[in-house]
């Protein structure tokens, strides 16, 4: 890549991460107003969300709005008693307002979303049929905090569990892959027994990142969202004007 001129055309990895999603939208949104054009997107979890609304045609900043708002909320019922304790909403009005259209087929870019089938304990990737809807909310779905989402005869959950960071969906489109990852690299030793159960399941993602990261043309994973809850809407604003300014950042480095 030039190191004078920021591509016009990219392709997007958009990692789990939960409420951190935020910062790809930050990013996102710089990009759309620099007129840079998404020719695919893969993501996982929250970036399979987000992905599927960029799809749809929507704008990040909109997204952005969408998640921050109470209506969003209501995506997300208390259930507990049923092995798992939210229940997710996918008749939820505000869904519509992300993803608004119901295959693969419709997008106005390529989609590509992964989530995890629970009996065989392996990754599925999607990038067509007529579930949309279902398969993004079933990458959505972090076991055992959400119910799994139950499609053609497979029980499926949040694909973070076994591909979090989908970037070879991506290659042969031939354009520069932007990854943006929500999981930087934690500096702190852990304390508790929750602790060291979170800073396990971070170090084999890590494991995974550091090979995934050199398929990236740009590779973005902010150390200050470590500061940013994952599970908690408190920190979204923050996260998102992170993501801003790191691309605007990098946008004015590239011009130099």
Known sequence: M?????????????SGGAARGAYQLGVISVLQEQGIEIKAISGTSIGALIGASLACGKKAAYIFDVMRSREFRSVFKLRLGYGYIFQLNHKAAVIDKLIDKECFEALSTPLHVTVCDVKDESPLYFESGDDLK?????????????????????????????????????KKYKFPIIGINLHPKRSKIPTTILGWLRSNIHIAWQSHYSVKKELCDIYLCN??????????????????????VEMQNMMEIQRR
Not at 161 to 168: K, M, Q
Not at 228 to 237: E, L, T, V
């Open 223 to 244: 150390t200050e969202l470590l500061e940013c809850k994952i599970f908690s809407f408190a920190d979204i604003d923050k996260a998102y004007e992170i993501g801003r």
């Open 2 to 14: 030039n190191n004078h001129q920021f591509p016009k055309e990219v392709t997007l990895c958009l």
């Open 134 to 170: 279902e398969v993004v909310l079933a990458s959505c779905s972090i076991a055992p905090l959400f119910n799994p989402v139950r499609l053609n005869g497979k029980v499926l959950v949040d694909g973070g569990l076994v591909d979090n960071f989908p970037v070879e969906r991506l």
